[in-house]
């Protein structure tokens, strides 16, 4: 089992950058796949971003493609979403996820696929 704790999250005007990070506890960070999801109040949570295992393949969603950036340190066991050009449609909930797979270069979008979760970390952008 693995444990996720999302730091980071804050008020920041549009334009702005955040930076979170997700620190995983527990069994090998490496042997899992992580992803960072969002909910915004009143919606349904939504993929954000996605990584691999090995940090070498990654996946975002088109709202955020070219804006936001996903990376992992796993001699750090922490995953991060660098978040630049803040827009007022970027405040959520953000959350990190894992799930552990025997594949090293695969990503992983899909929410059921997903078995372990942070807490959140709320983000709010200001316009």
């Known amino acids: 089992q693995v444990q996720l704790v999302e730091s980071g999250g804050g008020l920041v005007q549009a334009g702005g950058s955040l930076r979170l990070s997700c620190a995983a506890s527990?069994?090998?960070?490496?042997?899992?796949?992580m992803g960072w999801f969002r909910q915004a109040p009143g919606k349904e949570r939504e993929f954000v971003a996605a990584?691999?295992?090995?940090?070498?393949?990654?996946y975002y969603a088109d709202s955020v493609k070219g804006r936001f950036t996903i990376s992992r340190d796993n001699a750090k066991n922490t995953v991060y979403l660098q978040m630049n050009n803040l827009k007022p449609e970027d405040t959520a909930v953000y959350y990190c996820?894992?799930?552990?797979?025997?594949?090293?270069?695969?990503?992983?979008?899909?929410?059921?696929?997903?078995?372990?979760w942070g807490q959140g970390t709320p983000v709010t952008v200001s316009s």
């Open positions: 990584i691999s295992r090995s940090g070498d393949s990654t």
């Open positions: 996820a894992a799930t552990e797979l025997m594949l090293i270069g695969v990503v992983v979008t899909s929410d059921p696929e997903y078995r372990y």
């Open positions: 527990g069994r090998t960070f490496s042997s899992y796949a």
